[in-house]
């Protein structure tokens, strides 16, 4: 195998395992989510808690409200991955990625209920969450649901919105941040 061979083969085994790598870990946000919104008081026992302990946040005001929340949430259905919004956030977490931005506007000004709604056919109630830097989808999940410094607490408000029933979920990296996953939300398709 010649050099030029083998380099190719490097850079394609690690194009796959990125791929992989993001396939695993947007299955994992899934999981996350719909744990908390099925069993919101058995996901503060099997993931908050401990994640709590571990990071030493029990103190913090955000995290106090979020439990509050979560005790008085009522199990809701759980988000079904949708092809069509997986594009849409796939294409916006790329394009984050590749600029550096951070937010729900693209980067050629396109803002992100145009591309949820004409892009994805979406309908109803839609919304958007992007996090950045989180490599652990746990850590990305409670992120948004602590929603530190956020007032409006929207990301928490997303992802326990009973009218909620379809998702789609990217991870790409960020040359700012490393990776930021994005999350689109809708009601209907």
């Given at each position: 195998?010649?050099?030029r061979n083998?380099?190719?083969?490097?850079?394609?085994?690690?194009?796959?395992?990125?791929?992989?790598?993001?396939?695993?870990?947007?299955?994992?946000?899934?999981?996350?989510?719909?744990?908390?919104?099925?069993?919101?008081?058995?996901?503060?026992?099997?993931?908050?808690?401990?994640?709590?302990?571990?990071?030493?946040l029990e103190?913090?005001?955000?995290?106090?409200?979020?439990?509050?929340?979560?005790?008085?949430?009522?199990?809701?259905?759980?988000?079904?991955?949708?092809?069509?919004?997986?594009?849409?956030?796939?294409q916006h977490?790329?394009?984050?990625?590749?600029?550096?931005?951070?937010?729900?506007?693209?980067?050629?000004?396109?803002?992100?209920?145009?591309?949820?709604?004409?892009?994805?056919?979406?309908?109803?109630?839609?919304?958007?969450?992007?996090?950045?830097?989180?490599?652990?989808?746990?850590?990305?999940?409670?992120?948004?649901?602590?929603?530190?410094?956020?007032?409006?607490?929207?990301?928490?408000?997303?992802?326990?919105?009973?009218?909620?029933?379809?998702?789609?979920?990217?991870?790409?990296?960020?040359?700012?941040?490393?990776?930021?996953?994005?999350?689109?939300?809708?009601?209907?398709?």
């Amino acid at each position: 195998m010649g050099k030029r061979n083998f380099y190719s083969l490097i850079i394609l085994l690690s194009f796959q395992s990125t791929i992989l790598f993001s396939q695993d870990k947007e299955a994992e946000v899934l999981k996350l989510l719909n744990s908390v919104r099925t069993d919101p008081k058995g996901f503060i026992k099997a993931y908050l808690t401990p994640y709590l302990e571990e990071n030493k946040l029990e103190s913090n005001s955000y995290v106090k409200s979020l439990l509050a929340d979560l005790k008085n949430t009522k199990k809701m259905g759980a988000l079904q991955i949708s092809p069509e919004l997986t594009r849409v956030a796939r294409q916006h977490a790329k394009d984050m990625g590749k600029t550096g931005q951070i937010g729900h506007t693209s980067s050629d000004g396109t803002s992100f209920d145009q591309r949820v709604r004409k892009k994805a056919k979406a309908g109803g109630l839609i919304a958007e969450n992007c996090d950045y830097g989180n490599w652990e989808a746990i850590d990305s999940v409670i992120g948004l649901l602590i929603d530190d410094g956020i007032k409006s607490l929207g990301h928490r408000k997303n992802i326990l919105e009973p009218k909620f029933k379809w998702v789609g979920i990217a991870i790409e990296p960020h040359k700012t941040y490393g990776v930021n996953c994005v999350m689109d939300f809708a009601e209907s398709l």
